[in-house]
C-alpha cells in the first residue's frame, strides 16, 4: 500500500472488511431486486439516496 | 520560525504540521506529502470538496514562512473563529460529522483519492455546518486494499453513536476517557444483545470487534484483493447504519426553561431590552460567549447583530435542540457547544496538551452568563473569586445576570440542604467580580428582584 500508515488499521480490521464486503454484496445485490421490483408497482418520485448529508 | 508556534494537536502526521503566524493559522505540507497533495488538487478532489462545502478552502503562498527543510508549500487555510472536539458535541453534531466524514470518502474515490484518517478531530464547524479540515489526510487510491481508515472510524464515530443511541444517555465525555474512539470490544459489551441481529452492526461492530484481538499484522492477508464496488459497499451501510440512529429526546432539565420563564410577567422581554440596548452601546464586538445559553435564545440575539456567538449550555439536549434548529433555520452565526462550566474541557493528550482546554481556547470580546450564577455558586458550590476569573479569562465584555436569594429559583436550589452560602448576597458578588472586572452599568430587570452588570475587564 502506497499510504504512509501513520495510524493503526488494526488487526483484524482488513480482514473484517474483506469479509463484511463480502455479506454486503449479496445483501445489496437483494436489497436492489427488491428495489427494482418496488419501483415497478409505485411511482418513482423518491429523491436520489446519494444527498449530502447536512 | 519557533517550535512553540506549532500547533500541537498536528505532531502525528509527519505528512505536515499546523502553525500559527501573526495570530493566522498556516498549514505546511511537507515534502514527503508532495505527491498526494498535487493529486488532490490536480484530480478535481479538493475542488469538487471545496465545491459541496465540505473541505475547508485554503489559498496557496508563494513564499513559506515557516523555512523549514522539509517544507513544499505553505497553505493558509479559511481562518475559522473557534476550535471544537468531540467531547463537546452533541449527538447530532457528531453524527452529522460521521456522515460528512463518509460523504467524503465517496467523493474522494471517484476522484482517485482515499481517507487516510476518519478523525471527529478533522471536523470543525463553521457557519453552522461541520467541515473537513485537514488536507493532509488525503491518500491515492488503491482498488485492492481495503479501507485504512475504518476502525478508526468505527472506534471513534460509529462506536459513540451506536452506544448514546441504544443507552438513550448523551455519552460526549466518552471522547475525554478515549480520545482514539472507544475500544470495539468495550462497545460491543455494552451494545444490547438484540444489536447482533442487525446487519450492518453486526458487521462495523460485533465481528469487527471479534476479530481484532490477537496480534496478527495489519496487512497480513495480502491474498484477498478488494475493489471499488466492495468500498463503496462499506461505505453504503455504514451511512444506512449511522443515518438511522438517533438521540431519544427526553425531557432535561432546562427544555422548557424559557416556556416557564416567559410566564413570569415581563421577566424576559426586559432582559432582552437590557441586553440589546447594552450591546448597541458598545463598539467592537464580533466574538461572543453566551454561558449557560439554553435554546439559544440570547445566542441569536448576537448572532443578529452580526456577532460570532458560541451557545455554551452544560445540557446536552438543550445544546443537540439548538443543533437541530441552526441546521433548519440555516443560521450561520451561532456554534453550539456542550460545556460543563463546573468542569470545562481540559487540554488533553502527551506533555503540554495536544489539544487545548476550553479556556485556552475561549477568548471573546463579549460574554453572556445570564442566569447562571446561582447554578455555580449555589449548584456546584463555586466561589465567586472563582466565577470570575473564568469569565475573565473568556472575555473582556461581561453581562452578568445577578440572581438574589430571595429569588425562588434559588429557594427552590437550598430546599432541602443547608444553606452555607452566607457570601451569597450582592455585594461580595460585585467585590468578587470587582477584581477583575469594572461595572459599568448595572440595572434591575423588571420586578424579578434580579440584577444585570454590564462589566469591563481591567487591564492586566
Request: aromatic share 12%.
Amino acid at each position: 500500500m502506497h499510504i504512509l500508515l501513520y495510524i493503526d488499521p488494526g488487526s483484524g480490521s482488513y480482514l473484517v472488511q474483506i469479509i463484511a464486503a463480502a455479506a454486503l454484496g449479496v445483501a445489496f445485490f437483494f436489497r436492489n431486486i427488491k428495489n427494482y421490483i418496488k419501483a415497478l408497482f409505485t411511482r418513482s418520485d423518491k429523491k436520489p439516496k446519494d444527498n449530502p448529508p447536512v | 520560525m519557533p517550535s512553540d508556534s506549532v500547533i500541537p494537536s498536528s505532531f502525528r502526521d509527519p505528512s505536515g504540521f499546523v502553525f500559527t503566524h501573526e495570530g493566522i493559522v498556516y498549514r505546511q505540507v511537507n515534502l514527503s506529502y508532495k505527491a498526494e497533495y498535487d493529486r488532490l488538487m490536480e484530480s478535481g478532489c479538493y475542488s469538487s470538496l471545496v465545491q459541496k462545502g465540505w473541505l475547508l478552502p485554503h489559498e496557496e503562498l508563494n513564499n513559506s514562512i515557516s523555512h523549514t527543510h522539509e517544507g513544499y508549500i505553505t497553505l493558509r487555510p479559511e481562518q475559522l473563529p473557534f476550535i471544537s472536539f468531540p467531547y463537546e458535541w452533541s449527538f447530532d453534531m457528531l453524527k452529522d460529522a460521521a456522515l460528512l466524514t463518509l460523504s467524503i470518502q465517496k467523493e474522494c474515490i471517484h476522484h482517485g483519492m482515499v481517507l487516510k484518517d476518519a478523525t471527529p478531530y478533522n471536523i470543525q464547524w463553521h457557519k453552522g455546518k461541520p467541515v473537513f479540515i485537514d488536507s493532509l489526510s488525503f491518500a491515492t487510491y488503491d482498488e485492492a486494499e481495503p479501507w485504512v481508515a475504518y476502525r478508526q472510524f468505527c472506534e471513534s464515530f460509529a462506536a459513540p453513536l451506536l452506544l448514546m443511541h441504544h443507552k438513550k444517555y448523551p455519552l460526549h465525555p466518552l471522547f475525554l476517557a478515549w480520545p482514539d474512539g472507544i475500544p470495539l470490544p468495550l462497545t460491543r459489551s455494552l451494545l444490547p444483545f438484540k444489536t447482533r441481529f442487525s446487519l450492518h452492526t453486526y458487521l462495523h461492530i460485533h465481528l469487527h470487534a471479534k476479530m481484532s484481538g490477537g496480534n496478527k499484522p495489519a496487512s497480513g492477508n495480502k491474498t484477498a484483493r478488494f475493489s471499488k464496488q466492495k468500498m463503496l459497499n462499506l461505505i453504503s451501510s455504514l451511512e444506512t447504519m449511522i443515518a438511522k440512529l438517533q438521540l431519544a429526546p427526553q425531557k432535561s432539565t432546562w427544555s422548557g426553561y424559557y416556556d416557564e420563564a416567559a410566564q413570569r410577567d415581563d421577566y424576559l422581554p426586559a432582559k432582552k431590552a437590557l441586553v440589546q440596548d447594552w450591546i448597541s452601546k458598545l463598539t467592537s464586538i464580533h466574538t461572543a460567549i453566551d454561558l449557560g445559553a439554553n435554546d439559544g435564545a440570547f445566542s441569536r440575539l448576537l448572532a443578529s447583530q452580526q456577532i460570532f456567538t458560541i451557545a455554551a449550555d452544560f445540557d446536552p439536549f438543550c445544546i443537540n435542540h439548538l443543533y437541530q434548529a441552526i441546521k433548519t433555520e440555516k443560521l450561520s452565526g451561532i456554534h453550539p457547544l456542550v460545556m460543563d462550566l463546573s468542569n470545562p474541557s481540559p487540554a488533553i493528550g502527551p506533555y503540554k496538551g495536544e489539544r487545548d482546554s476550553f479556556i485556552q481556547r475561549t477568548h471573546t470580546d463579549l460574554g453572556l452568563a445570564l442566569a447562571l450564577i446561582h447554578h455555580l455558586a449555589i449548584g456546584k458550590n463555586i466561589p465567586f473569586h472563582k466565577i470570575a476569573a473564568l469569565m475573565a479569562a473568556a472575555c473582556h465584555t461581561l453581562i452578568i445576570e445577578f440572581v438574589p436569594k430571595a429569588d425562588e429559583k434559588v429557594k427552590l436550589m437550598l430546599q432541602g440542604r443547608e444553606d452555607i452560602f452566607t457570601d451569597y448576597h450582592e455585594a461580595a458578588f460585585e467585590n468578587a467580580f470587582s477584581a477583575y472586572f469594572t461595572i459599568v452599568e448595572k440595572a434591575p430587570v423588571a420586578q424579578s428582584g434580579r440584577t444585570l452588570y454590564l462589566m469591563q475587564k481591567n487591564a492586566d
